[in-house]
């Protein structure tokens, strides 16, 4: 699959000369997933499909979700762009060295998460991603255009992908996104009812919690693994509130 299972994802794009654009270096590059997070302009605008030139396809086939999990549903990968320097623990990589990790399982889908114009991503859906990238530009003028950021990341990925079929790059099955966030959710539920967490210390303790996670880059099976365990320990819980109320 390599680059024809990659998703490109824009959040929230606000102009169709940008979306245009992008479908446009898109093409370029051999990649042809474009999701569309809760667009703020019309997609199929004259604008857009202009700025497309001979990649209307690319526009015409967007996938258009409201939120971006479902943007990233069956995804065992992702990766968000971002221009903010955080206190994360996980570190703001360059494009050239951390954009290959998408590429790494060629039989799943991935994606590439881009944040909206005037603001970009999110604390809350940078969570969503297990690695972040920025690039490098002038501090004279850091700020880049959305369609150029994509551009740049889509020539990166088209040199990574033409260089792994000389050179095959290393493989590690990671568990799909969703089945991690059905581990976080069940996490949090149950941080909830011990009072480990309150609702409202709850998002930034779970935060930290998904920066541990996406570290480790969790398979399938480990993530069973650590659902089985809270749903003992739910059990168990159960079972004692029983016995105390006999």
Not at 38 to 48: F, G, K, M
Not at 80 to 99: F, I, K, Q
Not at 135 to 144: E, M, N, Q, R
Not at 179 to 201: A, C, D, F, N, R
Request: hydrophobic residues 40%.
């Amino acid at each position: 699959m390599g680059l024809a299972g990659l998703r490109i994802v824009l959040v929230e794009p606000a102009g169709p000369i940008n979306i245009g654009a992008i479908a446009r270096v898109m093409k370029n590059f051999g990649l042809y997933n474009l999701v569309l997070v809760n667009p703020q302009c019309d997609p199929l605008s004259t604008e857009a499909l202009m700025m497309a030139v001979h990649a209307q396809e690319i526009i015409e086939s967007a996938v258009l979700v409201a939120t971006l999990p479902e943007a990233l549903h069956g995804c065992v990968r992702a990766i968000a762009t971002t221009g903010r320097v955080r206190s994360w623990e996980t570190p703001l990589e360059n494009p050239r060295t951390a954009l290959p990790w998408l590429l790494e399982e060629p039989e799943k889908p991935t994606a590439l998460i881009f944040g909206r114009e005037d603001r970009g991503l999110s604390n809350e859906e940078l969570n969503y991603a297990q690695r972040f990238v920025g690039i490098p530009t002038s501090k004279d003028y850091v700020a880049l255009n959305l369609a150029t950021a994509v551009a740049i990341c889509c020539y990166e990925l088209s040199q990574c992908a033409q260089q792994s079929d000389t050179q095959p790059l290393p493989q590690t099955e990671l568990a799909p996104l969703d089945v991690v966030e059905g581990y976080y959710q069940q996490l949090e539920s149950l941080l909830l009812k011990i009072g480990y967490v309150y609702p409202h210390t709850a998002a930034s303790r779970m935060e930290k919690f998904r920066q541990m996670y996406n570290r480790a880059h969790l398979k399938t099976g480990e993530v069973y693994m650590l659902r089985g365990i809270l749903q003992q320990v739910e059990w168990a819980l159960k079972n004692q509130r029983d016995g105390e109320n006999l």
